[in-house]
């Protein structure tokens, strides 16, 4: 195995530089760390490149990695790579690869307009996969997806389901012509999701923590609904208010 015994070896400063999202575009690859997150990078085919352990840690026995160049590195080497504060003695890079997500009129899709917090979107991707979603759109001004919180909040599932950006305005009349139904999330003209009539696909439209969905976007929806509430609070965490209405809409499937 290749060894790396100092933080400041080339190799570290070039990966160092994946922290930031001007970095990883340049580059194409992000950082991932933990076992766990690993191993969902690998059995789901991710483009792992290179893996960096400390000299105590031991790969599973069911990790393939065979094309995978790894690396003993210093705990040192580990602390500057990794962005938690306790370390669990393993990093990837991991190659972005470009995902293309087909439109079916029985599917279930997520249009994400300006999520700005990566907790919220990565619990949102995490929600999406546990209810079946076909597939996330990340609109104009939602955070980036290989932010390091957001690839820890997802606990893996941004290697389960199409993960693509996209122009929402364009999106969205596509979608229509593809028999698939465009909820849009507003108090304004909207109606409680419990009310929404029966559909066999749709795309759920969320929006930005403080300020929503964009109206050109809301006019462009076929219904816009609500989660009611029913005690004082103002309003839901948007990526709350994703989990219940993805699983309210799917009785209505």
């Known amino acids: 195995m290749n060894r790396i015994t100092s933080p400041k070896n080339g190799r570290v400063k070039e990966w160092n530089k994946l922290k930031r999202k001007k970095g990883r575009d340049k580059a194409g690859a992000f950082i991932i760390e933990g076992p766990h997150l690993i191993e969902e990078a690998l059995k789901h085919n991710a483009e792992v490149t290179d893996l960096i352990i400390d000299e105590s840690f031991r790969i599973p026995s069911n990790w393939h990695t065979g094309n995978v160049t790894t690396w003993v590195a210093a705990?040192?080497?580990?602390?500057?790579?990794?962005?938690?504060?306790?370390?669990?003695?393993?990093?990837?890079?991991?190659?972005?690869?470009?995902?293309e997500m087909e439109l079916s009129s029985d599917g279930t899709y997520?249009?994400?307009?300006?999520?700005?917090?990566?907790?919220?979107?990565?619990?949102?991707?995490?929600?999406?996969?546990?209810?079946?979603?076909?597939?996330?759109?990340?609109?104009?001004?939602?955070?980036?997806?290989?932010?390091?919180?957001?690839?820890?909040?997802?606990?893996?599932?941004l290697f389960h389901l199409p993960i693509v950006k996209g122009n929402l305005l364009e999106l969205?009349?596509?979608?229509?012509?593809?028999?698939?139904?465009?909820?849009?999330?507003?108090?304004?003209?909207?109606?409680?999701?419990?009310?929404?009539?029966?559909?066999?696909?749709?795309?759920?439209?969320?929006g930005n923590e403080a300020n929503g969905v964009h109206e050109d976007l809301l006019a462009s929806t076929d219904q816009n609904l609500f989660v009611p509430i029913y005690g004082q609070a103002e309003s839901l965490?948007?990526?709350?208010?994703?989990?219940?209405l993805l699983y309210g809409l799917k009785v209505h499937k």
């Open 172 to 206: 969205i009349p596509r979608m229509k012509e593809k028999g698939i139904q465009v909820f849009g999330t507003s108090l304004k003209g909207g109606i409680p999701y419990t009310s929404s009539q029966k559909t066999s696909g749709y795309a759920l439209l969320l």
């Open 75 to 99: 705990p040192s080497v580990i602390g500057e790579l990794a962005d938690t504060e306790t370390p669990q003695g393993v990093v990837a890079i991991v190659q972005v690869t470009d995902k």
């Open 110 to 157: 997520l249009l994400l307009d300006g999520i700005q917090d990566p907790g919220n979107l990565g619990t949102i991707i995490r929600t999406a996969d546990s209810a079946g979603a076909n597939g996330v759109v990340l609109g104009n001004g939602t955070v980036d997806l290989y932010n390091s919180k957001v690839i820890r909040s997802t606990q893996g599932s």
């Open 237 to 244: 965490n948007v990526a709350v208010a994703t989990g219940i």
